[in-house]
């Protein structure tokens, strides 16, 4: 595979936007039914945020959320939130 597909480092068409954004809104329905919903360590990871990045995320999720307050840091977010809101960021209602 390419070193920048690696990376995460690809485009989407207008269209597989819209596609992303529906399916991280219907896991984030199944996921809210979890007992759960902390973001896990390896999730966290996986984006590899730094300690900047996260706090600007979390900024970003208030601002959109509507909440000054919640959460107070990354660890804190909810798994079917951060869907939610990385689907809005691509376009899904």
């Given at each position: 595979?390419?070193?920048?597909?690696?990376?995460?480092?690809?485009?989407l068409?207008?269209?597989?936007?819209?596609?992303?954004?529906?399916?991280?809104?219907?896991?984030?329905?199944?996921?809210?039914?979890?007992?759960?919903?902390d973001?896990?360590?390896?999730?966290?990871?996986?984006?590899?945020?730094?300690?900047?990045?996260?706090?600007?995320?979390?900024?970003?999720?208030?601002?959109?959320?509507?909440?000054?307050?919640?959460?107070?840091?990354?660890?804190?977010?909810?798994?079917?939130?951060?869907?939610?809101?990385?689907?809005?960021?691509?376009?899904?209602?």
């Amino acid at each position: 595979m390419e070193e920048s597909r690696k990376a995460g480092a690809v485009s989407l068409t207008p269209k597989e936007s819209k596609l992303a954004a529906h399916l991280l809104k219907m896991a984030s329905d199944s996921y809210s039914n979890h007992g759960c919903n902390d973001l896990g360590q390896e999730t966290i990871d996986a984006g590899g945020f730094t300690e900047e990045e996260k706090v600007q995320f979390v900024k970003e999720y208030r601002e959109w959320n509507g909440d000054p307050d919640w959460p107070n840091k990354f660890e804190s977010m909810m798994d079917y939130a951060v869907m939610n809101f990385i689907a809005a960021k691509l376009g899904e209602p």
